[in-house]
């Protein structure tokens, strides 16, 4: 087992950042990135707000006891292929490099998590990364990306790739976890006291995470 399962918290809701009612979605992602695992792409999705870019952010803060963190967000990579290896490029330090002069670097860093936030940017450079950048990865490299959409389906059936996908889902909070945020915002001093009703009556929509939160600070206004 490596250093980081045994450092993995069973409830990440402590520490710098608040993240409450993922722990089985943050054991997922870092299973996946573990030594020994055969997954090699990692995608978070889900819709606006829903909290992606939070759960990477934690997943990160954990995976960086024991692995080397590139971390690129495509709304700042150009969606073509020299935009990408540009963006890895200063990412890694080598700006300008090639990518086989990229992928050489990340093996002499390994264990490395290539990290890409807001991936829907880079739908339009989607096949290449499967075809010609997810192949050439080494070993202990592993790319976790976090988007508003589910991998296409060609992604779990690529050559190669076959039980090197896994696609981590995200859906509104459990009705416990967005009682809990409310609390922890401080609107409420108890579940019971949620001021739309009963705490189990919460719409789906009520259950996402921003929307939670942005309630929490318009109420606060009131
Ligand atoms: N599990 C959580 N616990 C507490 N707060 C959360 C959680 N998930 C998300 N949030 C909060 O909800 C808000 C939206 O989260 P986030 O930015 O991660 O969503 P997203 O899915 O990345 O959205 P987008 O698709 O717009 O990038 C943030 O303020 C974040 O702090
Ligand atoms: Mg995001």
New binding site residues.
Partial sequence: MSQMTERRPVTPVAGRR?????GESVASVLSAIEDGSAVRVVFIH?I????????LAACLDEARASHTVITLDGRSVEPTETGFVDALGRAIGLPGADLERLLAQLADRAPVVIAVD?FENLRLIDSWLRRTVVPGLPPEVRLVV?G?EPPVAVWLSAPGLEGGIRAVALGP?PEN?AAE?LVVTAIISSPLHYPRGPIHRQSTSERN??LT?DYTSVIRLL
């Fill in positions: 608040m993240l409450i009612g993922r889900g606006a707000g829903i909290g992606k870019s939070t759960l807001t976090a508003r909070l976890a945020l995470p921003r939160r």
